[in-house]
């Protein structure tokens, strides 16, 4: 759980799993496209890359990410990119007391993520 290769899988070489965050506070900073570089860069050199939008509003990494799927495979390529994966959604029931839903929703992905 929650462990990656740090190398290309030819190396057989472990370790923890990273997080890299990209946050900014000004819109139009950039922070989706160097996030894309990033992970794409990542996948690139052989590493397992997955990717969370955390702005649930505007959710620009996610189109971003979705774009790139559907222009690789309508154009017949296989290239190394980041997996996606949207914040699962979490009914209110499903909360304790005072738990804040994007807190839990962060942990879902993550868990996930980890699986």
């Known amino acids: 759980r929650g462990r990656q290769r740090s190398a290309p899988r030819d190396q057989g070489e472990w370790t923890m799993a990273h997080i890299i965050v990209?946050?900014?506070e000004k819109g139009g900073a950039g922070k989706s496209t160097v996030s894309m570089h990033v992970a794409t860069a990542l996948a690139r050199m052989g590493h397992k890359?997955?990717?969370?939008?955390?702005?649930?509003?505007q959710r620009t990494f996610g189109r971003?990410?979705?774009?790139?799927?559907?222009?690789?495979?309508?154009?017949?390529?296989?290239?190394p990119s980041p997996r996606y994966h949207e914040l699962p959604e979490v009914a209110a029931d499903?909360?304790?007391?005072?738990?804040?839903?994007?807190?839990?929703?962060?942990?879902?992905?993550v868990a996930e993520l980890e699986a």
Do not use: C, I
Not at 49 to 54: H, R, V
Not at 64 to 72: D, G, I, Q
């Open 49 to 57: 890359t997955s990717a969370l939008d955390l702005d649930l509003r």
């Open 94 to 109: 499903q909360l304790k007391p005072g738990e804040n839903v994007y807190d839990r929703r962060l942990s879902a992905a």
């Open 22 to 24: 990209v946050g900014n």
């Open 64 to 79: 971003y990410a979705e774009n790139r799927a559907k222009f690789l495979a309508t154009s017949g390529l296989d290239l």
